[in-house]
C-alpha cells in the first residue's frame, strides 16, 4: 500500500513552497517521523517528516516549486525492511513454522493503518470542526466511503474513506482540527472481519427485535424506537445550542426529532436552588422576580471568522458611508403589469433583485474604482463584475458570487439568485460559490432595516446596502405625493474611492432604478 506524502499547510498566506533538499534519496527506507525533506516558502525553511514507515519514492525534485496540497512523495508501507542476519532468520522459521496458518493469514492481510488527516480545502482555511461522523468508531467501512462532514468557515464537505477497513475515530465530533491534523485511523482487516461484523449484526438484529417486542407489547399510541430520536441534521443543531433532545418535542414521522423541531427548541430553564434558611433570606437583599436564565453556546468557525474580518475591516480601511433614496413606483410598477408574464416565459419570479444587480453593474462599468481593490501597493481594476448577495443562513451570513452579472439577464440573475440562497439555506454551498467577488449587495430590508451602514466584504471596496420601502410623502413636480421610497446606503473604501465617485455612482444607481428604461436602452 503507498501512502501520497503531500505538501501540508504551512501559513494563512502560504500558497506554495521549494524543495530545498531531499535528505533520503529514492529508494531509501524511512521511518515515521524521521525526516526527508527541508522545503522552502517565502517566509521560512521547515522540515518535512515522513508520514509513514516504508520505501521512499520521490515525485517532486529538488528546486521544484509545489502548491500547497500537491504530491511530494509517496512511502511504500508494504516495503522490506532491511535484510535480518542468516542465524536470526533460521531461529525465526520453526517459531514461524508452529503458529497456525489461520493465524497468519489475517496477519499478512491487516497491513498498515491509514491514517486521515484533515485535507487542504482552501488559502485561506487553516482548520475544521467535525460537524459529523456518519459511521461510528469500530465500524467497517468502503473505500470511498462517505465517513464524516467536515465544517470550515466558509462550506460544509464530506470526508470519503481513503481505504477499506475498520475505522479507529481519534478527534470527536465538535472538535476544530487544523489542516493536516489527525481524524482516524483506517485498519485494513482487523477487527472490521467478517466475524465480528457478524457478530455486530447480531448484536444489532437482537437489539431490533427487542423493540419492536416492546412496541408490539405496548398499547396504542406507545412511543417506538425512533420517539424522541434526533436526525442527524437535527441532533447537530440541539449538540450546538446545548439542548438535550428528551427536552424537546419530535413532530416527525413516530415522533422524531425533525430539523426544524431542533431549530424551534428551548433549553429547559434551571432548577431552582434549594431555599435557604429564613435568617439568611431576611438578611440577603430582595431576589429579582421571574425567569433568569442564561446559556452559552459554543461560536461556530462561520461565526469566528465573521467577527474577526469584521473588525479586521473597520481597523484597516478608511470607510465611509454616503446615503440616497428611490422611488420604487416605476419598478414596482413594471413588477405589477408583466410578472405573470414574465414567470410563465422564464419560470422564475420578478424581484427587486435583479433590478439592483443590473443597475449595479452599469455604474460599476462607469465607475470602475468601485469595482476595484487595493493588493499591497497597488489598485487592481476588474473588467468583470463579479457581484456577491449576502444571503442570510442557518449558520449564519453567507455571501455567495454571481459571476459575470454584467453579462446576464433580468431572469438569469434571479435563476442565480434562486440558486444560490436555496444552496445557503442547505448549508451546501461550495468555497468556490463564495470565494471572489467584486462588489456586494446586501438586502436588510427584509428583516424591516430602515437605515443603515454596511460593512465593506474585504477584499472588496465597496457594498450597497437596500432598505425597506416606506410608504413617504414626497415632493414630485411640485405637488406632494405619497411614494414608496427606499434608503440605498454605499459604504466604501476612501483610500481608493473618493467622495466624487461614490456620491456619482449611488446616483447613477438611483437614475437606472427609478427610470428602468435606462437599463434596456443604456443610457
Avoid at 482548520?127 to 465500524?139: F, H, Q, R, S
Avoid at 427584509?446 to 450597497?464: E, H, R, Y
Amino acid at each position: 500500500m503507498s501512502l501520497e506524502v503531500k505538501v501540508p499547510a504551512v501559513g494563512e498566506s502560504i500558497t506554495e513552497v521549494t524543495i530545498a533538499k531531499w535528505l533520503k534519496n529514492d529508494g531509501d527506507r524511512v521511518e515515521m517521523d524521521e525526516v526527508i525533506a527541508e522545503l522552502e516558502s517565502d517566509k521560512a525553511t521547515f522540515e518535512l517528516p515522513a508520514e509513514a514507515a516504508g520505501i521512499l519514492r520521490i515525485i517532486a525534485q529538488e528546486g521544484d516549486t509545489i502548491e500547497v496540497g500537491g504530491v511530494i512523495c509517496k512511502i511504500e508501507q508494504n516495503g522490506a525492511a532491511p535484510s535480518a542476519p542468516a542465524s536470526a532468520a533460521t531461529e525465526a522459521a520453526p517459531a514461524q513454522a508452529a503458529e497456525p496458518a489461520q493465524q497468519a493469514a489475517p496477519a499478512a492481510a491487516a497491513g498498515q493503518a491509514v491514517e486521515m488527516k484533515v485535507p487542504t480545502v482552501g488559502e485561506s482555511i487553516t482548520e475544521v470542526t467535525i460537524a459529523n461522523w456518519l459511521k461510528k468508531d469500530g465500524d467497517f467501512v468502503q473505500m470511498d466511503e462517505v465517513i464524516a462532514e467536515l465544517e470550515s468557515d466558509k462550506a460544509t464537505f464530506e470526508l470519503p474513506a481513503e481505504a477499506t477497513g475498520t475505522l479507529q475515530i481519534v478527534a470527536q465530533q465538535g472538535d476544530t482540527v487544523e489542516i493536516g491534523g489527525l481524524l482516524c485511523r483506517i485498519v485494513p482487516g482487523g477487527v472490521g472481519n467478517v466475524q465480528a461484523n457478524a457478530e455486530a449484526n447480531a448484536k444489532q438484529e437482537a437489539a431490533t427485535q427487542q423493540v419492536a417486542a416492546q412496541a408490539a407489547a405496548a398499547p396504542s399510541g406507545a412511543q417506538t424506537y425512533a420517539s424522541g430520536t434526533p436526525s442527524p441534521a437535527a441532533g447537530k443543531i440541539l449538540a450546538e445550542r446545548g439542548i438535550n433532545a428528551a427536552d424537546v418535542q419530535g413532530t416527525g414521522r413516530d415522533g422524531r426529532i425533525t430539523k426544524e423541531d431542533a431549530m424551534g427548541a428551548q433549553a429547559r430553564p434551571a432548577q431552582p436552588a434549594a431555599a435557604a434558611p429564613a435568617a439568611r433570606q431576611e438578611a440577603a437583599a430582595p431576589a429579582a422576580t421571574g425567569e433568569r436564565n442564561s446559556r452559552r453556546e459554543k461560536m461556530s468557525n462561520l461565526r469566528k471568522t465573521v467577527a474577526r474580518r469584521l473588525v479586521q475591516v473597520k481597523n484597516e480601511t478608511a470607510m465611509l458611508t454616503t446615503f440616497n433614496e428611490v422611488d420604487m413606483k416605476p419598478i414596482m410598477d413594471i413588477r405589477a403589469k408583466y410578472k405573470d408574464k414574465f414567470k410563465e416565459k422564464h419560470e422564475v419570479g420578478l424581484g427587486f433583485m435583479s433590478f439592483f444587480t443590473k443597475a449595479v453593474t452599469v455604474a460599476l462599468q462607469e465607475w470602475p474604482a468601485v469595482n476595484a481593490q487595493i493588493d499591497g501597493n497597488e489598485i487592481v481594476y476588474n473588467d468583470f463584475c463579479d457581484v456577491s448577495i449576502a444571503v442570510s443562513a442557518p449558520k449564519g451570513l453567507v455571501v455567495p458570487v454571481i459571476r459575470n452579472a454584467e453579462q446576464l439577464t433580468l431572469d438569469g440573475i434571479e435563476k442565480e439568485v434562486i440558486r444560490l440562497a436555496k444552496k445557503a439555506r442547505e448549508n451546501k454551498l461550495s468555497i468556490e460559490e463564495m470565494t471572489g467577488g467584486t462588489f456586494t449587495i446586501t438586502n436588510g430590508g427584509v428583516f424591516g432595516s430602515m437605515m443603515s451602514t454596511p460593512i465593506i466584504n474585504a477584499p472588496q471596496s465597496a457594498i450597497l446596502g437596500m432598505h425597506n420601502i416606506v410608504q413617504r410623502p414626497v415632493a414630485i413636480n411640485g405637488q406632494v405625493e405619497i411614494r414608496p421610497m427606499m434608503y440605498l446606503a454605499l459604504s466604501y473604501d476612501h483610500r481608493i474611492i473618493d467622495g466624487r465617485e461614490s456620491v456619482s455612482f449611488l446616483v447613477r444607481v438611483k437614475e437606472l432604478l427609478e427610470d428602468p428604461m435606462r437599463l434596456l436602452l443604456g443610457v
